[in-house]
Protein backbone atom coordinates (compact mmCIF):
# COMPACT_ATOMS: atom_id res chain seq x y z
CA UNK A 1 0.00 0.00 0.00
CA UNK A 2 1.24 3.43 -0.52
CA UNK A 3 1.62 5.16 2.56
CA UNK A 4 -0.12 8.13 1.83
CA UNK A 5 -2.93 6.26 1.40
CA UNK A 6 -2.72 4.85 4.68
CA UNK A 7 -5.70 5.65 6.45
CA UNK A 8 -5.81 6.54 10.91
CA UNK A 9 -8.04 7.27 13.03
CA UNK A 10 -8.64 10.21 14.93
CA UNK A 11 -10.58 8.79 18.27
CA UNK A 12 -13.88 7.72 16.47
CA UNK A 13 -13.25 9.02 13.40
CA UNK A 14 -12.06 6.38 10.51
CA UNK A 15 -9.54 9.55 8.05
CA UNK A 16 -9.10 7.77 4.88
CA UNK A 17 -5.66 8.65 4.26
CA UNK A 18 -2.41 10.37 5.53
CA UNK A 19 -3.04 14.01 3.79
CA UNK A 20 -4.79 17.16 5.44
CA UNK A 21 -5.57 19.96 4.50
CA UNK A 22 -4.19 22.57 7.04
CA UNK A 23 -7.07 25.27 8.35
CA UNK A 24 -7.00 28.16 5.43
CA UNK A 25 -8.98 31.10 6.46
CA UNK A 26 -11.11 31.41 3.55
CA UNK A 27 -12.52 34.67 3.79
CA UNK A 28 -15.59 33.39 2.13
CA UNK A 29 -18.44 33.97 4.93
CA UNK A 30 -20.88 36.70 5.32
CA UNK A 31 -20.56 39.60 7.43
CA UNK A 32 -22.51 37.24 9.99
CA UNK A 33 -20.35 34.75 9.61
CA UNK A 34 -22.19 32.51 7.05
CA UNK A 35 -20.83 30.48 4.59
CA UNK A 36 -20.78 31.40 1.18
CA UNK A 37 -21.63 29.22 -2.14
CA UNK A 38 -17.95 30.03 -2.89
CA UNK A 39 -16.70 28.87 0.45
CA UNK A 40 -18.86 25.44 -0.05
CA UNK A 41 -17.54 25.38 -3.38
CA UNK A 42 -13.94 25.83 -2.40
CA UNK A 43 -14.24 22.66 0.18
CA UNK A 44 -16.17 20.69 -1.46
CA UNK A 45 -13.60 20.76 -4.40
CA UNK A 46 -10.64 19.51 -1.87
CA UNK A 47 -13.23 16.99 -0.75
CA UNK A 48 -13.70 15.95 -4.39
CA UNK A 49 -9.58 16.10 -4.99
CA UNK A 50 -9.61 13.39 -2.54
CA UNK A 51 -8.12 14.57 0.97
CA UNK A 52 -8.09 12.66 4.05
CA UNK A 53 -9.31 15.65 6.53
CA UNK A 54 -10.70 19.10 5.59
CA UNK A 55 -10.16 21.43 8.60
CA UNK A 56 -12.20 24.39 7.38
CA UNK A 57 -10.38 27.67 7.92
CA UNK A 58 -10.34 29.86 11.60
CA UNK A 59 -14.56 29.95 12.73
CA UNK A 60 -14.53 32.56 15.42
CA UNK A 61 -16.09 31.55 18.92
CA UNK A 62 -17.69 35.18 19.38
CA UNK A 63 -17.68 38.67 17.41
CA UNK A 64 -15.28 39.80 19.67
CA UNK A 65 -13.32 36.84 18.84
CA UNK A 66 -12.95 37.68 15.27
CA UNK A 67 -10.07 38.11 13.26
CA UNK A 68 -10.93 39.36 10.42
CA UNK A 69 -14.87 40.63 9.21
CA UNK A 70 -15.13 37.63 6.34
CA UNK A 71 -14.89 34.59 8.79
CA UNK A 72 -17.00 31.92 9.58
CA UNK A 73 -18.59 32.08 12.72
CA UNK A 74 -19.40 29.75 15.24
CA UNK A 75 -20.62 32.15 17.88
CA UNK A 76 -24.70 31.63 17.29
CA UNK A 77 -27.08 29.15 16.86
CA UNK A 78 -28.54 31.29 13.81
CA UNK A 79 -25.56 29.79 11.90
CA UNK A 80 -26.03 25.90 12.25
CA UNK A 81 -29.17 25.80 9.45
CA UNK A 82 -26.09 27.51 6.92
CA UNK A 83 -23.26 25.67 8.35
CA UNK A 84 -25.42 22.36 8.09
CA UNK A 85 -25.36 22.98 4.24
CA UNK A 86 -21.97 23.63 4.08
CA UNK A 87 -20.57 20.32 5.83
CA UNK A 88 -23.30 18.03 3.52
CA UNK A 89 -22.16 19.43 0.69
CA UNK A 90 -18.74 18.65 1.76
CA UNK A 91 -19.58 14.99 2.76
CA UNK A 92 -21.90 14.92 -0.51
CA UNK A 93 -18.41 14.61 -2.04
CA UNK A 94 -16.51 12.08 -0.08
CA UNK A 95 -15.30 14.94 2.77
CA UNK A 96 -14.35 14.81 6.19
CA UNK A 97 -14.55 18.25 7.60
CA UNK A 98 -13.27 19.62 10.87
CA UNK A 99 -14.10 23.15 12.08
CA UNK A 100 -11.24 24.67 13.73
CA UNK A 101 -12.41 27.50 16.70
CA UNK A 102 -10.55 30.86 17.36
CA UNK A 103 -10.63 33.68 19.47
CA UNK A 104 -8.04 36.00 18.51
CA UNK A 105 -7.14 38.18 21.53
CA UNK A 106 -5.08 40.86 20.84
CA UNK A 107 -3.70 39.70 17.35
CA UNK A 108 -6.61 40.98 14.89
CA UNK A 109 -6.71 41.95 11.12
CA UNK A 110 -6.00 45.76 11.04
CA UNK A 111 -9.42 45.88 8.80
CA UNK A 112 -11.18 44.45 12.13
CA UNK A 113 -10.06 47.76 14.40
CA UNK A 114 -13.05 49.32 13.70
CA UNK A 115 -15.05 47.33 15.22
CA UNK A 116 -12.84 46.41 18.14
CA UNK A 117 -13.57 49.05 20.76
CA UNK A 118 -11.01 47.28 23.30
CA UNK A 119 -8.75 44.56 22.48
CA UNK A 120 -7.99 41.92 25.29
CA UNK A 121 -5.43 39.55 26.37
CA UNK A 122 -4.11 37.64 28.95
CA UNK A 123 -2.59 41.18 30.92
CA UNK A 124 -2.58 44.74 30.18
CA UNK A 125 0.31 45.83 27.67
CA UNK A 126 0.60 47.34 24.34
CA UNK A 127 0.73 44.52 22.25
CA UNK A 128 4.04 43.82 21.20
CA UNK A 129 3.04 43.86 17.30
CA UNK A 130 0.77 46.13 16.90
CA UNK A 131 1.64 48.29 19.36
CA UNK A 132 -2.38 48.93 20.39
CA UNK A 133 -3.65 48.91 24.16
CA UNK A 134 -4.30 45.01 25.11
CA UNK A 135 -6.42 45.00 28.56
CA UNK A 136 -6.49 42.15 31.08
CA UNK A 137 -8.96 40.05 30.63
CA UNK A 138 -10.68 39.51 33.82
CA UNK A 139 -11.74 36.27 35.42
CA UNK A 140 -15.22 36.10 34.55
CA UNK A 141 -14.77 37.10 31.32
CA UNK A 142 -12.11 34.16 30.83
CA UNK A 143 -15.22 31.81 32.07
CA UNK A 144 -16.91 33.24 29.48
CA UNK A 145 -14.73 32.65 26.62
CA UNK A 146 -14.24 29.29 28.09
CA UNK A 147 -17.67 28.82 27.73
CA UNK A 148 -18.20 30.34 24.21
CA UNK A 149 -15.37 27.87 23.19
CA UNK A 150 -17.84 25.23 23.97
CA UNK A 151 -20.93 26.31 22.74
CA UNK A 152 -19.29 26.75 19.46
CA UNK A 153 -18.52 23.41 19.63
CA UNK A 154 -21.41 22.01 20.00
CA UNK A 155 -22.73 24.28 16.89
CA UNK A 156 -20.25 22.90 15.02
CA UNK A 157 -21.25 19.11 15.84
CA UNK A 158 -25.01 19.93 15.37
CA UNK A 159 -24.14 21.62 12.26
CA UNK A 160 -22.93 18.47 11.28
CA UNK A 161 -18.45 19.05 10.99
CA UNK A 162 -16.97 15.48 12.20
CA UNK A 163 -14.68 17.10 14.45
CA UNK A 164 -13.06 20.51 16.00
CA UNK A 165 -9.73 21.74 16.67
CA UNK A 166 -8.65 23.52 19.08
CA UNK A 167 -6.97 26.51 17.38
CA UNK A 168 -4.00 27.30 20.09
CA UNK A 169 -1.17 28.32 17.72
CA UNK A 170 -0.13 31.71 16.31
CA UNK A 171 -0.02 34.40 18.43
CA UNK A 172 -3.66 33.97 19.17
CA UNK A 173 -5.87 34.22 22.68
CA UNK A 174 -4.98 30.41 23.69
CA UNK A 175 -1.29 31.12 22.10
CA UNK A 176 -0.72 34.60 24.29
CA UNK A 177 -1.54 32.92 27.65
CA UNK A 178 1.01 30.11 26.76
CA UNK A 179 3.62 32.83 26.39
CA UNK A 180 5.29 34.15 28.99
CA UNK A 181 6.19 37.63 27.26
CA UNK A 182 2.13 38.06 26.68
CA UNK A 183 1.20 36.33 30.30
CA UNK A 184 1.76 38.30 33.42
CA UNK A 185 -0.72 37.29 35.34
CA UNK A 186 -0.47 37.01 39.29
CA UNK A 187 -3.46 34.57 39.25
CA UNK A 188 -3.93 30.55 38.52
CA UNK A 189 -3.73 31.60 34.91
CA UNK A 190 -0.04 32.59 35.18
CA UNK A 191 3.11 32.35 36.36
CA UNK A 192 4.50 28.43 35.33
CA UNK A 193 3.71 26.85 32.37
CA UNK A 194 1.56 25.29 33.94
CA UNK A 195 -0.32 27.95 35.25
CA UNK A 196 -0.37 29.70 31.62
CA UNK A 197 -1.56 26.39 29.90
CA UNK A 198 -4.61 26.57 32.65
CA UNK A 199 -6.90 28.60 29.95
CA UNK A 200 -6.00 25.96 27.47
CA UNK A 201 -6.83 23.09 29.49
CA UNK A 202 -10.14 24.84 30.58
CA UNK A 203 -11.08 24.82 27.04
CA UNK A 204 -10.17 21.46 26.07
CA UNK A 205 -12.01 20.21 29.41
CA UNK A 206 -15.65 22.84 28.48
CA UNK A 207 -15.74 21.40 24.62
CA UNK A 208 -14.99 17.84 25.75
CA UNK A 209 -17.66 18.10 28.24
CA UNK A 210 -19.99 19.59 25.45
CA UNK A 211 -19.65 17.51 22.83
CA UNK A 212 -18.95 14.27 24.55
CA UNK A 213 -15.93 11.51 24.34
CA UNK A 214 -17.13 10.15 21.00
CA UNK A 215 -16.61 13.53 19.05
CA UNK A 216 -13.10 14.18 17.97
CA UNK A 217 -11.26 17.15 19.51
CA UNK A 218 -7.70 18.12 18.52
CA UNK A 219 -5.85 20.83 18.67
CA UNK A 220 -3.18 22.89 16.29
CA UNK A 221 -0.20 24.36 18.24
CA UNK A 222 2.52 26.52 18.25
CA UNK A 223 6.36 24.23 19.69
CA UNK A 224 8.13 27.11 19.78
CA UNK A 225 6.51 30.87 19.49
CA UNK A 226 10.41 31.79 17.03
CA UNK A 227 11.95 33.29 20.30
CA UNK A 228 13.04 33.20 24.04
CA UNK A 229 10.30 34.45 26.09
CA UNK A 230 7.71 32.91 24.49
CA UNK A 231 6.36 29.06 24.47
CA UNK A 232 9.97 27.14 24.00
CA UNK A 233 9.58 23.40 22.64
CA UNK A 234 10.31 21.77 25.79
CA UNK A 235 7.25 24.17 27.52
CA UNK A 236 5.17 22.95 23.86
CA UNK A 237 6.08 19.10 24.54
CA UNK A 238 4.67 19.66 28.41
CA UNK A 239 1.31 21.08 27.23
CA UNK A 240 1.05 18.02 24.44
CA UNK A 241 2.06 15.39 26.94
CA UNK A 242 -0.58 16.90 29.31
CA UNK A 243 -3.44 17.30 26.86
CA UNK A 244 -2.87 13.98 25.66
CA UNK A 245 -3.28 12.49 29.09
CA UNK A 246 -6.78 14.62 29.13
CA UNK A 247 -7.84 12.78 26.37
CA UNK A 248 -7.08 14.63 22.94
CA UNK A 249 -7.80 12.97 19.52
CA UNK A 250 -4.61 14.66 17.75
CA UNK A 251 -2.30 16.96 17.68
CA UNK A 252 -1.16 19.29 14.68
CA UNK A 253 2.02 20.71 15.38
CA UNK A 254 2.94 24.38 13.75
CA UNK A 255 5.32 27.27 15.53
CA UNK A 256 5.68 30.88 14.88
CA UNK A 257 4.01 33.63 15.81
CA UNK A 258 4.32 37.03 14.58
CA UNK A 259 6.13 38.30 17.88
CA UNK A 260 8.68 36.17 17.34
CA UNK A 261 8.92 37.29 13.28
CA UNK A 262 8.60 40.80 14.99
CA UNK A 263 11.51 40.25 17.41
CA UNK A 264 13.84 37.27 16.01
CA UNK A 265 12.81 37.39 12.57
CA UNK A 266 11.95 33.79 12.81
CA UNK A 267 9.69 33.90 10.18
CA UNK A 268 7.21 30.86 10.33
CA UNK A 269 3.24 30.24 10.26
CA UNK A 270 3.39 31.21 6.22
CA UNK A 271 7.06 31.51 5.25
CA UNK A 272 8.17 32.06 2.23
CA UNK A 273 10.24 30.69 0.34
CA UNK A 274 9.15 27.12 1.87
CA UNK A 275 11.80 24.71 3.12
CA UNK A 276 10.17 21.54 3.14
CA UNK A 277 8.87 20.00 6.45
CA UNK A 278 10.39 22.89 7.56
CA UNK A 279 8.63 22.03 11.52
CA UNK A 280 9.21 18.44 11.61
CA UNK A 281 11.40 17.93 14.28
CA UNK A 282 9.32 19.60 16.13
CA UNK A 283 6.42 17.41 15.60
CA UNK A 284 8.85 14.59 15.97
CA UNK A 285 9.94 15.71 19.78
CA UNK A 286 5.58 15.42 20.69
CA UNK A 287 5.53 12.21 18.85
CA UNK A 288 8.06 10.72 21.08
CA UNK A 289 5.87 11.58 24.06
CA UNK A 290 2.11 11.40 23.52
CA UNK A 291 -0.10 7.80 22.14
CA UNK A 292 -2.59 10.18 20.27
CA UNK A 293 -1.91 10.61 16.12
CA UNK A 294 0.38 13.54 15.55
CA UNK A 295 0.39 15.86 12.37
CA UNK A 296 3.21 17.86 10.73
CA UNK A 297 2.32 21.28 9.09
CA UNK A 298 4.32 23.27 6.97
CA UNK A 299 6.16 23.21 4.00
CA UNK A 300 5.12 19.79 2.27
CA UNK A 301 6.10 19.61 -1.29
CA UNK A 302 7.47 16.77 -2.12
CA UNK A 303 5.46 13.68 -1.98
CA UNK A 304 8.14 11.27 -1.80
CA UNK A 305 9.65 13.06 1.17
CA UNK A 306 6.01 13.06 2.71
CA UNK A 307 6.02 9.55 1.72
CA UNK A 308 9.64 8.92 3.86
CA UNK A 309 7.98 11.24 6.71
CA UNK A 310 5.04 9.11 7.45
CA UNK A 311 7.13 5.99 8.47
CA UNK A 312 7.92 8.35 11.41
CA UNK A 313 4.27 10.42 12.49
CA UNK A 314 0.93 9.87 11.36
CA UNK A 315 -0.02 12.55 8.99
CA UNK A 316 1.51 15.71 7.20
CA UNK A 317 -0.86 18.66 6.47
CA UNK A 318 -0.99 21.27 3.78
CA UNK A 319 -2.36 24.51 2.88
CA UNK A 320 -1.02 26.53 -0.01
CA UNK A 321 -0.19 23.52 -1.95
CA UNK A 322 -3.92 22.86 -1.30
CA UNK A 323 -5.04 26.32 -2.90
CA UNK A 324 -2.65 26.24 -5.77
CA UNK A 325 -3.91 22.63 -6.67
CA UNK A 326 -7.29 20.99 -4.66
CA UNK A 327 -6.99 18.07 -6.12
CA UNK A 328 -3.17 17.35 -5.33
CA UNK A 329 -4.19 14.52 -2.81
CA UNK A 330 -5.74 12.18 -5.80
CA UNK A 331 -2.49 13.48 -8.06
CA UNK A 332 -0.15 11.93 -6.04
CA UNK A 333 -2.02 8.92 -4.85
CA UNK A 334 -2.63 8.07 -8.13
CA UNK A 335 0.79 7.88 -8.91
CA UNK A 336 1.70 11.06 -10.46
CA UNK A 337 4.30 11.81 -7.60
CA UNK A 338 5.60 15.16 -9.17
CA UNK A 339 6.13 18.06 -6.39
CA UNK A 340 3.27 20.45 -5.29
CA UNK A 341 2.85 23.10 -7.97
CA UNK A 342 2.45 25.79 -5.36
CA UNK A 343 5.61 28.08 -4.99
CA UNK A 344 5.08 29.55 -1.75
CA UNK A 345 4.80 33.10 -3.33
CA UNK A 346 2.13 33.96 -0.33
CA UNK A 347 -0.12 36.12 -3.22
CA UNK A 348 -2.57 34.00 -1.30
CA UNK A 349 -2.68 36.09 1.54
CA UNK A 350 -3.23 39.23 -0.40
CA UNK A 351 -5.75 37.72 -2.38
CA UNK A 352 -7.55 35.96 0.54
CA UNK A 353 -8.30 39.43 2.15
CA UNK A 354 -8.98 41.46 -0.80
CA UNK A 355 -11.45 39.20 -2.49
CA UNK A 356 -11.44 35.48 -0.72
CA UNK A 357 -9.16 32.62 -0.86
CA UNK A 358 -7.54 32.70 -4.59
CA UNK A 359 -3.96 31.80 -6.44
CA UNK A 360 -2.52 33.84 -8.84
CA UNK A 361 -2.16 31.26 -11.05
CA UNK A 362 -6.53 30.29 -11.10
CA UNK A 363 -8.17 32.53 -13.34
CA UNK A 364 -11.34 33.57 -11.45
CA UNK A 365 -14.55 32.77 -13.32
CA UNK A 366 -16.19 35.72 -14.58
CA UNK A 367 -19.65 37.05 -12.47
CA UNK A 368 -18.15 34.36 -9.52
CA UNK A 369 -19.33 36.03 -6.91
CA UNK A 370 -19.55 35.59 -3.06
C1 LIG B 1 -4.29 32.05 3.01
C2 LIG B 1 -3.92 31.36 4.28
C3 LIG B 1 -4.80 31.33 5.34
C4 LIG B 1 -4.48 30.65 6.52
N1 LIG B 1 -5.42 30.56 7.51
C5 LIG B 1 -5.17 29.79 8.60
C6 LIG B 1 -6.21 29.51 9.54
O1 LIG B 1 -7.37 29.91 9.37
N2 LIG B 1 -5.88 28.76 10.62
C7 LIG B 1 -4.62 28.23 10.81
O2 LIG B 1 -4.40 27.55 11.80
N3 LIG B 1 -3.65 28.45 9.92
C8 LIG B 1 -3.89 29.18 8.82
N4 LIG B 1 -2.93 29.32 7.85
C9 LIG B 1 -1.64 28.63 8.05
C10 LIG B 1 -1.66 27.24 7.42
O3 LIG B 1 -2.63 26.39 7.98
C11 LIG B 1 -0.29 26.54 7.53
O4 LIG B 1 0.00 26.35 8.92
C12 LIG B 1 0.84 27.32 6.86
O5 LIG B 1 0.41 27.93 5.66
C13 LIG B 1 2.06 26.44 6.54
O6 LIG B 1 1.67 25.37 5.72
P1 LIG B 1 1.97 25.34 4.12
O7 LIG B 1 3.47 25.49 3.95
O8 LIG B 1 1.47 23.99 3.69
O9 LIG B 1 1.22 26.47 3.50
C14 LIG B 1 -3.22 30.00 6.66
C15 LIG B 1 -2.34 30.02 5.58
C16 LIG B 1 -2.66 30.68 4.40
C17 LIG B 1 -1.70 30.65 3.26
Not at 24 to 52: F, H
Not at 163 to 189: C, E, M, P, T
Not at 220 to 236: E, I, L, N, T
Not at 337 to 350: E, G, M, Q, R
Request: glycine share 10%.
Amino acid sequence: MNILNRPWKMGTLEIKNALVRSATDEGLSTEIGAPTQRLINVLAALAKGGVGLIIAGTAYISRQGRWGNTGTGMDNDRLIKPLSLLCRQVQKKGGILAAQLLHCGSTVNPTMLHEKKSLFGPSKMDDPVSGLRVLELSKDHILKIVDDYAKAAMRAKKAGFQAVQIHAAHGYLINQFLSASRNWRKDQYGGSPKNRALFLYNVYEAVRGEVGKDFPVFIKMSAYDGFHGGVMPQDAVQVASDLDAMGIDAIEVSAGTPEGAKKGGWDHIIPAPFKEGSLLKYALQIKEKVNCPVISVEGWRDPLKVTKTLEKIDAVSMSRPFIREPDLANRWLNGDLSTALCISCNKCLDLTLKSGLGCIFHKRKKNENA
